[in-house]
């Protein structure tokens, strides 16, 4: 297993942009599927984004489609996604999840198809 350690997170207006990172301690990471979750205090956590194995293939949420792109740097085993247009909704503890597949395996929405994450970043977008 890598350890997984998102940054990027904080404070920001409405209309703002954010990007996350998810950065991992070892390459083996960029065999990995990595999904973005988040969780606001008393809700469940959502799915956000996530992208493959090989980056070709990345899905979103539909509250986040247009808004979020998630893309992966391999050379230095991480993942990022970028937030643009941020709704004070978007505000919640943002959570990467990795799991390792084969290069063809698509990426799933589910969070317990994950089986590595990590502690998470706070977003909060101020009205």
């Known amino acids: 297993q890598v350890q997984l350690v998102e940054s990027g997170g904080g404070l920001v207006p409405a209309g703002g942009s954010l990007t996350l990172s998810c950065t991992a301690s070892?390459?083996?990471?960029?065999?990995?599927?990595v999904g973005w979750f988040r969780q606001a205090p008393g809700q469940e956590r959502e799915f956000v984004a996530t992208?493959?194995?090989?980056?070709?293939?990345?899905y979103y949420a539909e509250s986040v489609k247009g808004r979020f792109s998630v893309s992966r740097d391999k050379t230095i085993n991480t993942v990022y996604l970028q937030m643009n247009s941020l709704k004070p909704e978007d505000t919640a503890v943002y959570h990467c999840?990795?799991?390792?597949?084969?290069?063809?395996?698509?990426?799933?929405?589910?969070?317990?198809?994950?089986?590595?994450w990590g502690q998470g970043t706070q977003v909060t977008v101020s009205s």
């Open positions: 992208i493959s194995r090989g980056g070709g293939e990345t």
């Open positions: 999840a990795g799991r390792r597949t084969i290069l063809t395996m698509s990426p799933d929405t589910q969070a317990d198809w994950y089986n590595t």
């Open positions: 070892r390459r083996v990471f960029n065999d990995y599927a």
